[in-house]
């Protein structure tokens, strides 16, 4: 007989980043060393009649938002059947971006693992179990990785633990923007790590015109850079626009991580607008829906590139062969965590230095995600919450 979901639960919680703080439009957490940053995040339990339980720590108020708007759906159903639910909170949350859907998915695919017995990626079909990474910055602030200089010392030391790439989130919301000094860091970190690193540079869509992003694109082009991700403010969903750009760059362009669901990516490569596809297991429809859009990329013969670092990323990177980079971020020069890491795992970990001595992270081995959570801190530092049953 089927197992049935008896109970979902929901918390709000808060938890403490050391060195980082917000930029000055309050937009964008930035490198701020000596700073406490109070992040919030979510946690979900799905519970079952057989003793099950899947667990996903992440999310947004929008997301948990749409997780309130679907859960009773849920409650009786046979939590087993991923796809039948991931098509019908697809249909429920059409008119909104459907990220709820995601740490549903993810929670799902976690009690899938703990019921079989299994780690995610034996179900999703291994391809690797060492997992490549690159090392993402902070944003920069006028405290913290504040000059071309910063960011290339940081590229080295990251080239010393091992890395074997480095993505650049360069200083931004800090009122104009002085596209030369993009267009210096671009040149500081190739000319001091270019030879033996893959480069990449993601402006999160702060460049203001189309001339400013082509300027900075033709700067990354001197130095063989592996992608040029969001340049500029269109907001990263014009495919027109980032087609004309790609046109006129010899960089590759990454797109996709800032429009929702399968359809746009499919669109998006269809559209000949970007080289590579973004994906991201919370944001997109998780484990489902980024496995789905892994699969359109592999269709297009292009690349997929998850987004930031986590359990559900390591997964889904290790069951695709058509990724090149686990994204370890964001990080900056002091040891701490990176922002996407609440204290509440044990052994699991994505510190800038803990990668290996050949670059890689490995892949959780054990049920499910293969991590376990501190409840405790979960509860102790709760906001709030729901339960459905």
Partial sequence: ??????????????????????????????????????????????????????????????AFAQVNAVADYLVGRNPLARERH???????????????????????????????D????????????????????????????????AYADFAERCLDLGYPAFKIHPVGGLGDRDVRTEVETVRAVGERVGEEMDLMLDPVCEYETFADALAVGRACDEYGYFWY?????????SQHAHRRLRGKLDTPILQTELVRGLEPHADFAAAEAT??????????????????????????????????????????????????????????PSSGPPHAEPPIYGAYTDRLE?????????????????????????????RGGRSYE
């Fill in 1 to 62: 007989m089927a197992p049935r979901i008896t109970r979902i639960g929901t918390v709000e919680f808060t938890y403490p980043v050391e060195d980082a703080g917000t930029s000055p439009k309050g937009f964008d957490m930035v490198y701020r060393p000596g700073n406490t940053h109070e992040r919030t995040t979510y946690a979900i339990r799905i519970e079952t009649d057989v003793g099950v339980t899947g667990e996903y720590v992440g999310g947004n108020p929008p």
């Fill in 86 to 116: 991931w098509s019908e909170m697809k249909r429920a949350l059409r008119k909104y971006d459907r990220m709820g859907i995601g740490p549903i998915d993810v929670a799902l695919w976690d009690l899938a693992g703990k019921y079989h």
């Fill in 118 to 149: 299994a780690p995610i990626h034996e179900l999703l079909g291994t391809y690797r179990t060492r997992l490549p990474a690159y090392a993402s910055t902070y944003f920069g602030s006028e405290t913290g990785l504040d000059s071309p200089e």
């Fill in 229 to 237: 991700e969001d340049p500029f403010r269109d907001g990263g969903s």
């Fill in 275 to 332: 080289d590579f596809l973004r994906a991201d297991p919370e944001w997109d429809g998780g484990i489902t829906g980024a496995t789905k859009i892994a699969r359109v990329a592999e269709g297009f013969g292009l690349d997929v590139e998850y987004h930031l670092a986590g359990p559900a990323q390591r997964h889904c990177l290790a069951a695709t062969r058509n990724a090149n980079f686990y994204e370890v971020g964001l990080v900056g």
């Fill in 354 to 382: 803990s990668v290996r001595d050949d670059g890689t992270f490995p892949v959780p081995d054990g049920p499910g995600l293969g991590v376990e959570y501190d409840w405790d801190y979960i509860e102790a530092n709760a």
